[in-house]
């Protein structure tokens, strides 16, 4: 444990005047627990509140503050009853409107009064207005102004601007009068060299800017105050992730000398040769496997880059020595896929070894008997691949000796449940190989995934040709119907994906099978097949199987097809309404095609007119297939916290800093890590508990 000095000092909100429990427990339900949270509240942008403007300098859609006399004041019957008020300085009027209104504040604005208030010029029925200004009576002319820029926080629901800037400032006035104590750090070094502030004079400043504080510089987060409070949450980021990775490393793990003889059988009966990235994934994984401790890797793959069978090589040498290995994905779908491809590659070498080893299988729609046949195959050891979805975290389920865990496209699932499956170990950590055709731009992979060693298979299997990808409207979809017949009856496969039109998978369900309807009297020729998320397993089994075996020539179909499916024949893919969709997920479904070796197409057929952000989105999809191009532009269009799942701890936790605008302090960050880590390892605990509270377990994830 630290020295206690190094831990801030925590006073309960009820210290602060006008704060009582019930207020408390309202901040509280925000995560806002004591004068140290409420502090680290900052606010998102600045008000100049500093200086009465002339009303006749005024122009629309900017804010000011105006001081004048009440000239006129009624209340209008129109569509909507309204109090409008006419104020007047020196230089000119302007009416100030109000369709929420007391009769006590009709009162206050008698003829004469004087009145300042603060709020956006627009033009009205009578020149300019300000709707809803806020406002005070003035008593005295020469009532002194705001002193700072006045502070805009994020705000909940009862909790109002000014009771929040009256309780930060109390809470700093505490602060600088000691009452409770903010620890200093960051070696004074470091705040030398960097020319920063210390903690308590940039909170003090962000929430209290000078009048004559730089408003562009602190709205784009470039502030050297602002910079002090992102390099210290980064680093306990930072520090978290570098923990967990020392913590890992003390944990023992299954230890693989040599690859077996599965793995050799299994590459022997490819039709293909592995690519020369596969190979140098594999070894990486070989000699993570080697090593004492637990395998944490992550190997990132565009789609159709082969990760499948990286996985399976992965699995073959554990099976071999006795362990068992979980691969876990996020659909039933994907699972499906993977216990097809694992069943085709290890049944006939478990009945050639002829040991009773078995593939198991589990969903939540696995129930009754058969569940209870499958908990008990892997609890006494007898199931060596056990292949299915968040199933597999459930607590009735009891692993006999787990070596190795796949998780596949991993940032679908949330960090409890990957602490969950870990934990399911009894005596050996297993070994975790982390999956995703979502390639992770370098800034996010050093933040989220700092505690991970990245593979990148970087190169697709010989004679792949670049999807030719093609942007059209709605209102061409009768030559579309057209072009799908004439390339299903050359004799190759087609995919028609109809996207989320609510909220609601029945309606998506019922927006395919109505497509599919359609689309079945249009093309009497084709043999057209459905599948969609509420069809039995066994179903979308079947459909799919009917698919790769070119028994259907059209497959109609929701997102369930996303990631996973893999039928080389079929190489045109019509996605509709593509303007609902994100770019890693329009990527995925695109890898449906372009898996043989015949040029492929891809046509989003988008609904008029677009918007801003979709147009960029279906421009980028149509310029590039490079995965890894394509998410870092998702990044700048989405935000990091969309792009790796909301569920992702981390990212979401980051309260100052901003992956995206801050990403490049990544690399000074990892080595003021290094440096605390190594010369004052005694800060280490501190930094991570103020900024990371109780998340920070979930690092080992």
Known sequence: MPPKTLIDKHLALTQLKGVGPKLALQFADWGIHDLVNLLFHLPFRYEDRTRVTPIATMHPQQTYVVQGFVRSSQILFGKRRSLSVRIQDQTGSIGLRFYHFTAAQKNQFADGAEIRCYGEARRGASGLEIYHPEYQIIANSDEVLEENLTPVYPATEGISQSRLRTMISQALEMLAADKFQLRELLPASWLQEWQLPSLAQALQYLHQPPTEANLAQLEAGQHPCQRRLILEELLAHQLSMHRARLRVKQERAPHIQFMGPSQQKIIDGLPFTPTDAQKRVVEEIQFDLNQPHPMLRLVQGDVGSGKTLVAALTAAPMVDEGYQVAIMAPTEILAEQHLLNFTQWFEPLFKEQN?????????????????????????????????????????????????????????????????????????????????????????????????????????????????????????????????????????????????????????????????????????????????????????????????????????????????????????????????????????????????????SHCVLLYQAPLGEVSKQRLSVMRESTDGFYIAEQDLLIRGPGELLGTRQTGLQQLSVADLERDGHLLPQVKAMAEQLVAQHPQHVDAIIKRWMGNTEQFAQA
């Open 355 to 599: 040991e009773g080893k078995k593939i198991a299988w589990l969903t939540g729609k696995v129930k009754g008997k058969a569940r209870e046949k499958v908990l008990a195959d892997i609890a006494n050891g007898e199931a060596k691949l056990i292949i299915g979805t968040h199933a597999l975290f459930q607590d009735d389920v009891d692993f006999h000796n787990l070596g190795l865990a796949i998780i596949d496209e991993q940032h679908r699932f949330g960090v409890h449940q990957r602490l969950a499956l870990r934990g399911k170990c009894k005596e050996l950590a297993p070994h975790q190989l982390i999956m995703t055709a979502t390639p992770i731009p370098r800034t996010l992979a050093m933040s989220a995934y700092a505690d991970l060693d990245v593979s990148v298979i970087d190169e697709l299997p010989k004679g792949r040709i670049p999807i030719n990808t093609l942007v059209i409207s709605n209102q061409r979809r009768q030559e579309i119907v057209q072009r799908i017949n004439e390339v299903c009856q050359g004799g190759t496969q087609a995919y028609w994906v109809c996207t989320l039109i609510e909220e609601s998978e029945s309606l998506q369900c019922q927006a395919a099978e109505v497509t599919a309807q359609q689309l079945t009297e249009a093309l009497p020729k084709l043999r057209i097949g459905l599948i969609h998320g509420r069809m039995k397993a066994a179903e979308k089994v079947d459909i799919m199987q009917r698919f790769k075996n070119h028994e259907l020539d059209l497959l109609v179909a929701t997102t369930v097809i996303e990631v996973g499916v893999d039928v080389p024949n079929s190489n045109l893919i019509i996605i509709e309404n593509p303007e609902r969709l994100g770019l890693a997920q329009l990527h995925q479904l695109r890898g449906r095609v372009g898996r043989g070796n015949q040029q």
